[in-house]
């Protein structure tokens, strides 16, 4: 017998749509697609860079405490800028007897793709109070150039 009550689409079913939009959110959240990117610089919303896109120059910065500076390694391949870090320490725990071990590991990685026009020979990077920032200048082709509006 047929229901006199119309078919709803998957979309208008209520559970259907909660369950994409959670989809949604967990595959920006996870880094499997969407909008998750930030402007031109495939950002992850949930990575720990901070892009500031200026005139003469694209500044990265990275916060990562508790490293030292040669334990940073940043290296731009093409367009993709990548930065690691990496530190492991043993340290004898405070039993008295000597006996006992902590390790600690800590790891960093984020990758960045930058805009062409960027000049890779002259990037520089700085650690200072756990804080590494890259700045990165750009060419004059990459630069922004004013286009006047005539009425």
Partial sequence: ????MPRRKKKEQPLAKLRDE???VLDRFL???GNASDSEYDVDLFSG???????NEIVVRADIPGFEPGEINTELSG????IKAEK????????GNG??????Y?????SLMLPEGVSADQIQAKYRNGVLEIHVPKTEQSKAKRIPVRG
């Fill in 1 to 4: 017998m047929f229901s006199l």
């Fill in 22 to 24: 959670f989809e949604s």
């Fill in 31 to 33: 880094g499997r697609g």
């Fill in 49 to 55: 860079l901070d892009v500031d896109d200026r005139d």
């Fill in 79 to 82: 367009q993709l800028l990548t």
């Fill in 88 to 95: 492991e320490q043993q340290k004898k725990k405070g039993d």
């Fill in 99 to 104: 006996r006992g071990e902590e390790r600690e």
């Fill in 106 to 110: 800590r790891f960093f990685q984020e």
